[in-house]
């Protein structure tokens, strides 16, 4: 079977308290942006971080890379790009590209790396959840 590339975009308002007196968005919002491009890519696709929790697991970032390209500024809106990159290790992969609404200019990419963990104890899962392994053959596959 092929595998197909799944992704999600939302939009984000750059909101005043992100930016620095000069207007410019501080580079650690980035970041968040990534995260606000996850929660929507959970909520489109139905494996939200609640989805893990009610399953018994919760899913820490465990590495995190920005590369910049341009700036943001105060009222500018930006679109993210989120996809998932399917991997047979137990983690979620994601890549990310940020842009600018309304030219649609690349403004960051990046990546970032979550594992499993057992919710009471914290212990590292070395393989899959079958709940997430259900979620993949139900989505990635066509």
Same mark, same amino acid.
């Given at each position: @079977? @092929? ?5 999600? $975009? !939302?939009?984000? $308002?750059?909101? =005043?308290? +992100?930016?620095?007196p %000069?207007?410019?968005?501080? /580079?650690? /919002?980035y970041?968040?942006? =990534?995260?606000?491009g ?7 696709h ?14 820490p970032?465990? /590495?995190?890379?920005?590369?910049? $390209?341009?700036? %943001?500024?105060?009222?500018?809106s930006?679109i993210? +790009?989120?996809?998932?990159v ?6 979620? $992969? =994601?890549?990310?590209? %940020?842009?600018?609404?309304?030219? @649609? ?10 594992? =499993?963990?057992?919710?009471? !104890?914290? %212990? ?17 596959? @066509?």
């Open positions: @079977m @092929m595998q197909k590339t799944l992704s999600g $975009k !939302t939009e984000v $308002k750059v909101r =005043f308290n +992100e930016a620095d %000069l207007g410019i968005v501080w /580079h650690g /919002h970041i968040r942006y =990534f995260e606000d996850r929660e929507a890519f959970g909520t489109e139905g494996i939200g971080y609640l989805d893990f929790y009610k399953h018994g697991f919760i899913v970032v465990v /590495h995190i890379e920005c590369n910049y $390209k341009r700036t %943001l500024k105060y009222g500018e930006v993210v +790009e989120t996809i998932f399917p991997c047979d290790a137990a983690k979620l $992969k =994601f890549e990310y590209r %940020l842009y600018k609404a309304d030219t @649609m200019e690349i403004v960051s990419t990046g990546s970032s790396v979550q594992v =499993f963990l057992d919710r009471e !104890t914290s %212990l590292l899962q070395l393989i899959n959840p079958v709940f997430f392994d259900d979620w993949k053959r139900k989505f990635l596959q @066509m």
